[in-house]
């Protein structure tokens, strides 16, 4: 066969991987040892991919975790219009916590949460990596805050409440649910911690 040709074969052979199976098996990866603690080689078998297919399909590992992330937590724009057309602000933070406290117990996945757990105790090398897990929790946050705020306006929520306060406590609570959650809480507790953390807004 001439040269061009072999090039071409291997151009038109198929990918031996499913792009989309790979990244969700490197989220698990993650989720479950954190990015730090994370070997390429560990990355390499559970995907199974060698390195240099990771790198030309994903980039490096930095770019594979943020990439990692995104699928964890999904379109924020779909968070946020979750939301704003929830019936009210108490019930949309109250739906948050409760399914925070069912997904960080599933029996399929990593216990807690990927956001909190996976960039918890990164060296300063890493910490671009810790803000982008910071900036997805600060635009939930903000998205929460100006729901309540807008209850509050409406005066369904009285005007003593404060939205700042009440969004950070939701943020914080779902952040304390996903660190009990790693040391083997029961889904049981989790939801009567959402449940008691509800208490706030009475």
């Given at each position: ?108 996945t ?16 890493s910490a671009d ?5 910071a ?51 029961s ?16």
């Amino acid at each position: 066969m001439k040269q061009d040709e072999t090039k071409s074969a291997k151009i038109g052979r198929p990918r031996d991987y499913d792009e989309d199976e790979a990244l969700n098996k490197a989220m698990l990866v993650f989720w479950k040892y954190g990015f730090e603690t994370t070997s390429m080689s560990l990355l390499s078998k559970v995907m199974k991919m060698n390195a240099p297919s990771i790198y030309s399909a994903f980039g490096d590992k930095k770019s594979l975790f943020l990439k990692s992330l995104n699928l964890y937590v999904g379109d924020l724009k779909e968070i946020e219009t979750l939301i704003n057309e929830a019936p009210s602000a108490f019930e949309a933070v109250e739906e948050m916590l409760k399914q925070s406290a069912i997904r960080f117990t599933g029996k399929d996945t990593p216990r807690g949460c990927m956001l909190a757990s996976a960039v918890a105790s990164c060296s300063q090398e890493s910490a671009d990596v810790q803000g982008a897990a910071a900036t997805i929790r600060s635009k939930i946050e903000t998205a929460l805050k100006h729901r309540i705020e807008s209850d509050i306006n409406d005066q369904i929520l009285p005007k003593k409440f404060s939205a700042d306060g009440l969004a950070a406590h939701a943020i914080t609570t779902i952040q304390g649910m996903s660190v009990l959650a790693r040391d083997g809480a029961s889904r049981k507790k989790l939801l009567l911690i959402a449940e008691t953390s509800m208490l706030a807004w009475n």
